[in-house]
């Protein structure tokens, strides 16, 4: 079954640090680009990172660059996102996604179903 | 990194058709024709209705398309139908090798 599963969310205190994992099954994980979009409660989508197929080159949003690393373990079909000096406004659902080409270029037609995260004192 | 300016909502009935905005710049929209957009029900995932401005995955109905002029796009859902009722985002891959989203739109069907 093709599928995305978010797993690593729960509540910390400010400062403090989280990592999530996104495990991908039924599909060649190797030969996707893979991102991370978060959703604040009540609030629309943010994209937050990329890590390109090969892990060669990653991307971040202004806001989580050098707090926030995005990376991937093609043998283990595993993608991650290790979130450091956590802030309040981090507070959301994160979604990993699989960037598709063959559907379209720089689009994600598969999502995971998301993890919260909730960094609060 | 702004977000691209959508209406916060849209309603029709129906049957009618509707069109949901999405503004941008030079350095994301106006740059690229990389232009997607994805419907998100209440507690569900984003799921990708249109890519590259106009393209239509598999399984998406053809009620569901998609256009840019300059820094504008556009999505436009003809015969409305009770379970297009939803969140639409849109998104834009930008020069900065990054993507951005759309505030996103609250679509309601009367």
């Known amino acids: 079954q093709v599928q995305l599963v978010e797993s690593g969310g729960g509540v910390v205190q400010p400062g403090r640090s989280l990592r999530l994992s996104c495990a991908a099954s039924?599909?060649?994980?190797?030969?996707?680009?893979m991102h991370w979009v978060r959703q604040a409660p009540g609030k629309g989508l943010e994209w937050v990172a990329v890590?390109?197929?090969?892990?060669?080159?990653?991307y971040y949003t202004d806001s989580v660059k050098g707090r926030f690393t995005i990376s991937r373990d093609n043998s283990k079909n595993t993608l991650y996102l290790q979130m450091n000096s956590l802030r309040v406004e981090d507070t959301a659902v994160y979604y990993c996604a699989r960037e598709d080409w063959t559907v379209g270029k720089y689009a994600s037609d598969l999502w995971g179903l998301g993890t919260m995260v909730t960094v609060s004192s | 990194q702004s977000a691209l300016t959508q209406p916060a909502s849209v309603s029709g009935s129906p049957g009618q058709s509707i069109t949901i905005s999405c503004t941008g710049t030079?350095?994301?929209?106006?740059?690229?024709?990389?232009v997607s957009w994805y419907q998100q029900h209440p507690g569900k995932a984003p799921k990708l209705m249109i890519s590259e401005v106009t393209k239509r995955p598999s399984g998406v109905s053809n009620r569901f398309s998609g256009s840019k002029s300059g820094n504008t796009a556009s999505l436009t859902i003809s015969g409305l139908q009770a379970e297009d009722e939803a969140d639409y985002y849109c998104s834009s891959y930008t020069t900065s090798t990054t993507w951005v989203f759309g505030g996103g739109t609250k679509l309601t069907v009367l």
């Open positions: 890590i390109w197929y090969d892990g060669s080159k990653e």
């Open positions: 039924g599909f060649t994980f190797s030969s996707y680009g």
């Open positions: 030079g350095s994301d929209l106006g740059a690229y024709n990389y």
